[in-house]
């Protein structure tokens, strides 16, 4: 299974953003897809992450803003961004971890600009 990360953008402060991370295919067993950003500089952290079966992780930064949430009948994962902040700004990677086989793979990055 492949990933396919996109939506990223240029936006002002407090407008929003909706990222997709599309599989090349069904995923099967338990998993997790983490979002994970870059920022210059900066090491990469952990944005939010879902599970297989709906469960939900948020860093404190974007609790309250930011919402991740999976279709699997699209084998897409999306992570909708309100009230964008500067600091939101970095490249933006979706993850897969599967529980059994600990099968793992990387979207490519997409890159999320928040400036006025």
């Known amino acids: 299974v492949q990933l396919q990360a996109s939506g990223g953008g240029l936006v002002q402060p407090g407008r929003s953003l909706r990222l997709s991370c599309a599989a090349s295919?069904?995923?099967?067993?338990?998993?997790?897809i983490t979002w994970y950003r870059q920022a210059p500089g900066k090491q990469r952290e952990l944005v939010a992450s879902i599970t297989s079966g709906g469960s939900t992780n948020y860093t404190d930064s974007v609790k309250g803003r930011f919402t991740i949430s999976r279709d699997n009948v699209k084998n897409t994962v999306y992570l909708e961004m309100n009230s964008l902040k500067p600091e939101d700004t970095g490249v933006y990677y979706c993850?897969?971890?599967?529980?059994?086989?600990?099968?793992?793979?990387w979207g490519q990055g997409t890159l999320v600009t928040v400036s006025s």
């Open positions: 295919g069904r995923i099967f067993g338990i998993n997790v």
């Open positions: 993850n897969l971890v599967v529980q059994v086989t600990h099968y793992t793979a």
